[in-house]
Nanobody, 128 residues
Framework: QVQLVESGGGSVQAGGSLRLSCAGT????????MGWFRQAPGKEREGVAS???????TYADSVKGRFTISRGSADNTLSLEMTSLTPEDSAVYYC???????????????????????WGQGTQVTVS
């Protein structure tokens, strides 16, 4: 059974930092794109960052320079280091994996292929 589980969300003051983690089971993640997405209340889900099987990372412009995506030493783990957080970063953050997901776009868009991939249940990040 494929499962992605996010952790590390919480509440933080503006300017603070958080580190999100995602652990996957039941799937060969090493050959897949993995990514972080977020959805704020009343807004569409947007891409935050993605990383390919060869560790090429891309970011939405809204988080570039503040967030860092990385794979763990185990190929089935994914992290998102978030710094200089602002209230606009508040959202539910989701981890996803897909063989052909592709990079998130600079405007936060992403290929519909991701929607057919595997997703975690999400973790809440609140910045005040």
């Amino acid at each position: 059974q494929v499962q992605l589980v996010e952790s590390g969300g919480g509440s933080v003051q503006a300017g603070g930092s958080l580190r999100l983690s995602c652990a996957g089971t039941g799937y060969t993640y090493s050959s897949n794109c993995m990514g972080w997405f977020r959805q704020a209340p009343g807004k569409e889900r947007e891409g935050v960052a993605s990383i390919t099987a060869d560790n090429s990372a891309t970011y939405a412009d809204s988080v570039k320079g503040r967030f860092t995506i990385s794979r763990g030493s185990a190929d089935n783990t994914l992290s998102l280091e978030m710094t200089s957080l602002t209230p606009e970063d508040s959202a539910v953050y989701y981890c996803a994996a897909d063989r052909r997901g592709g990079p998130v776009w600079s405007d936060g868009g992403y290929s519909g292929t991701w929607d057919r991939g595997y997703w975690g249940q999400g973790t809440q990040v609140t910045v005040s």
